[in-house]
């Protein structure tokens, strides 16, 4: 083959690839992470976050996004299992706030019995906490721009992201879920809906959108052909973790 001609059939593949280098490849913010213990009297309730605030001047107001962690059995940690995410829109410019929703002293939560029943407390548990989170970041941080919150969970934490703006309308701007399977995704006009839809576990049925719903609601839901559900937290490979960075970034931005 001729040598030119192939250098060019290389150059196209490249630039046609859809998991090469994320959209941001030269991240604009440095920045610094904070790790506390927030409490609620009202519920008597311990919420430990991680902060990632700007370490240099943003320029405008700073979108807060609120991140809301897997199902890890009480073991604690998990709001800190998700970094390649977290700490990518925090050199992206977003206020992140990570909630470590599950304490150890917590009930397990159930595995028998209708899920969208013997669960549901928890996560209003976890819509709760999201509520408390964002209230307290209006106290603290009083210049973040809370007409544009988004918040993004995975697998249980996307169904507590899911049922959020359900419970409290009118609270966030946008949600994303990374392949929730239980809660079914909100249908409303006030709030932008985006998930990310895993390889191997299929969503209960009603959680997702039927095609009408979603070309009336403008949902959008991308199913991700090489992830599985169990990875989508820091166990992703590089390619994996790019795929949905880039896919996250889109929705932000969107």
């Known amino acids: ?111 028998t019995g209708i899920p969208q029943t013997v669960r549901r407390p928890f996560w209003d548990r976890g819509a709760d906490n999201i509520l408390f989170v964002i209230n307290r970041l209006k106290t603290t941080n009083p210049e973040l721009d809370f007409k544009n919150i988004t918040l993004i969970g995975h697998s249980n934490g996307g169904d507590m992201t899911a049922l959020f703006p359900q419970k409290y309308p009118g609270t966030v701007k946008k949600i994303i879920t990374l392949d929730n399977r239980r809660m079914p995704l909100p249908k409303s006009e006030k709030v932008r809906v985006y998930s990310l839809r895993s390889s191997d576990q299929p969503a209960d049925e009603g959680v997702l959108p039927t095609g009408k719903e979603t070309e009336k609601y403008k949902i959008k839901t991308v199913k991700l052909a090489n992830t599985i559900h169990n990875e989508m937290d820091d166990k992703a490979n590089e390619r994996q973790r790019i795929e949905i960075q880039n896919y996250i970034l889109k929705f932000l931005r969107d």
């Open 1 to 111: 083959m001729n040598k030119l001609l192939y250098f060019l059939i290389i150059t196209l593949f490249a630039g046609c690839s859809t998991s090469g280098n994320s959209v941001a490849d030269q991240p604009q913010f440095k920045y610094r992470l904070d790790t506390l213990t927030l409490y609620d009297q009202s519920r008597q309730r311990a919420i430990p976050v991680a902060v990632y605030k700007p370490a240099s001047k943003v320029s405008g107001k700073q979108k807060p996004v609120i991140f809301s962690h897997g199902y890890g059995q009480n073991k604690g940690g998990d709001y800190l299992a998700y970094t390649y995410l977290t700490e990518f829109l925090a050199r992206e410019g977003f206020f992140v706030v990570s909630i470590q929703h599950e304490l150890k002293t917590d009930s397990l939560i159930p595995l």
